[in-house]
């Protein structure tokens, strides 16, 4: 693979970051992940929206125009001749030369870090025809998730606990309320009404999410925006999550136990088709 490290285009053996850089002793850096679909990106607008609002909440400097950007996602596409896959961003603030608290001066220079993933036909994931199944976990995670950080331990834990219950994935939950997934937002459907929680500093605002909230109102189903307990999700008529890399995919169980049919619903496998064309159309 060929992977990009503060302007080098460098094979992955070659790309080094020091033993000093905040990313790695402060986990003090952010990160996007951005689907490449048929050699184009998805919603590369709504990521670069999202980097800019992350790095602004950190007070961390962009190290680069979001065209340029652009234009390294692009060429790692070519080099490394992605069809189907991911791209990952990170930024961290850079080597301070030491280990300190503080933050280092402003212009300490910050490390960009782009690679890609391949994964040949993601879109048609086997897991969208037999849905995934969850557990619930505490939401143990600190309060500002709406920054995109890669502090991601504690999702790593939770996938952790939700393979050893046989399961997929984990949906958090706070003050009796589901959060999001380790690495997705949360959604139930009730009759024609699909409910996920409110932004705010609780969760990340999926860029997927928004997308697929729009798609739906385009398409006349009503949405709230609230949060909802565990109960209401059992009791729910279909369950999923999404995210840029999964995109929507139907959740059948919850804690052992079936939502609805314990088959991906209708309005989940909708959303998902629709969300695959019309983001296929967008995309650059
Ligand atoms: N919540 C969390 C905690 C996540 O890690 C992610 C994916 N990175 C999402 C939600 C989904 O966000 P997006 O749709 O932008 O991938």
């Given at each position: 693979r060929t992977v990009y490290l503060n302007g080098d285009y460098l094979p992955e053996h070659e790309a080094k970051v020091s033993i000093f850089d905040r990313g790695f002793l402060m986990s003090d850096g952010i990160y996007e992940v951005t689907s490449v679909l048929d050699g184009k990106l998805i919603d590369f607008d709504g990521h670069a929206v999202r980097l800019q609002r992350s790095l602004d909440e950190l007070d961390m400097a962009h190290p680069s125009s979001k065209d340029d950007l652009l234009e390294v996602h692009r060429e790692l596409v070519r080099r490394n001749e992605i069809t189907d896959g991911m791209i990952y961003l990170q930024i961290t603030r850079g080597n301070p030369g030491d280990r300190d608290f503080a933050y280092p001066p402003a212009d300490t220079p910050p490390t960009l870090v782009l690679f890609t993933q391949a994964k040949p036909g993601m879109a048609d994931s086997p897991m969208a025809q037999t849905g995934m199944k969850v557990i619930s976990i505490a939401d143990q995670r600190w309060g500002r998730r709406d920054i995109k950080t890669v502090q991601l331990l504690y999702p790593s834990m939770g996938k952790m606990m939700a393979k050893a219950a046989g399961a997929d994935d984990a949906?958090?939950?706070?003050?009796?309320?589901?959060?999001?997934?380790?690495?997705?937002?949360?959604?139930?459907?009730?009759?024609?009404?699909?409910?996920?929680?409110?932004?705010?500093?609780?969760?990340?605002?999926?860029?997927?999410?928004?997308?697929?909230?729009?798609?739906?109102?385009?398409?006349?189903?009503?949405?709230?925006?609230?949060?909802?307990?565990?109960?209401?999700?059992?009791?729910?008529?279909?369950?999923f999550i999404t995210s840029a890399s999964t995109f929507v995919m139907p959740v059948v169980e919850l804690d052992g136990t079936a939502i609805g049919t314990g088959t991906p619903g209708p309005v989940a496998t909708r959303l998902r088709e629709i969300y695959l064309e019309e983001s296929r159309k967008a995309a650059v």
């Amino acid at each position: 693979r060929t992977v990009y490290l503060n302007g080098d285009y460098l094979p992955e053996h070659e790309a080094k970051v020091s033993i000093f850089d905040r990313g790695f002793l402060m986990s003090d850096g952010i990160y996007e992940v951005t689907s490449v679909l048929d050699g184009k990106l998805i919603d590369f607008d709504g990521h670069a929206v999202r980097l800019q609002r992350s790095l602004d909440e950190l007070d961390m400097a962009h190290p680069s125009s979001k065209d340029d950007l652009l234009e390294v996602h692009r060429e790692l596409v070519r080099r490394n001749e992605i069809t189907d896959g991911m791209i990952y961003l990170q930024i961290t603030r850079g080597n301070p030369g030491d280990r300190d608290f503080a933050y280092p001066p402003a212009d300490t220079p910050p490390t960009l870090v782009l690679f890609t993933q391949a994964k040949p036909g993601m879109a048609d994931s086997p897991m969208a025809q037999t849905g995934m199944k969850v557990i619930s976990i505490a939401d143990q995670r600190w309060g500002r998730r709406d920054i995109k950080t890669v502090q991601l331990l504690y999702p790593s834990m939770g996938k952790m606990m939700a393979k050893a219950a046989g399961a997929d994935d984990a949906w958090m939950v706070e003050d009796g309320h589901v959060t999001e997934g380790t690495s997705n937002n949360a959604y139930i459907v009730k009759g024609n009404t699909i409910i996920t929680r409110h932004l705010g500093n609780e969760i990340l605002h999926g860029i997927t999410r928004a997308a697929v909230l729009r798609f739906a109102r385009e398409a006349q189903m009503k949405v709230e925006e609230r949060s909802f307990t565990i109960q209401e999700a059992l009791e729910a008529d279909e369950a999923f999550i999404t995210s840029a890399s999964t995109f929507v995919m139907p959740v059948v169980e919850l804690d052992g136990t079936a939502i609805g049919t314990g088959t991906p619903g209708p309005v989940a496998t909708r959303l998902r088709e629709i969300y695959l064309e019309e983001s296929r159309k967008a995309a650059v």
